[in-house]
Nanobody
Framework: QVQLAESGGGLVQAGGSLRLSCAAS????????MAWYRRTPGNERELVAT???????NYADSVKGRFTISRASASNTVHLQMNSLKPDDTAVYYC?????????????WGQGTQVTVSS
């Protein structure tokens, strides 16, 4: 099983910055992919950024140039550095990891951390 610990959410003024962190622990062989999603009330979760085991990253168009996803494989931790935050970035942010154990791929979702950007 995989357990995720998220941190870094909070309240920030427009133009400010936050850094989200997600640490994976438990029993698994490796983590194939780590990603961040976000959701606002009444909307589906949308992908914000993802990073693969090779280090290749992908970003939603709305956050390109402002957000940076990074991965520390030694500690199985993913970070999301969010700069130049806008009120539209307000959402619950969820960490997602795709772990591999004995050839099995298992997705795990974090509980979510609230990010609120005031204008």
């Amino acid at each position: 099983q995989v357990q995720l610990a998220e941190s870094g959410g909070g309240l920030v003024q427009a133009g400010g910055s936050l850094r989200l962190s997600c640490a994976a622990s438990g029993s698994f062989d490796r983590i194939a992919t780590m990603a961040w999603y976000r959701r606002t009330p009444g909307n589906e979760r949308e992908l914000v950024a993802t990073i693969g085991s090779s280090g290749i990253t992908n970003y939603a168009d709305s956050v390109k140039g402002r957000f940076t996803i990074s991965r520390a494989s030694a500690s199985n931790t993913v970070h999301l550095q969010m700069n130049s935050l806008k009120p539209d970035d307000t959402a619950v942010y969820y960490c997602n990891v795709l772990a591999v154990s004995s050839g099995r791929y298992s997705p795990t979702w974090g509980q979510g951390t609230q990010v609120t950007v005031s204008s």
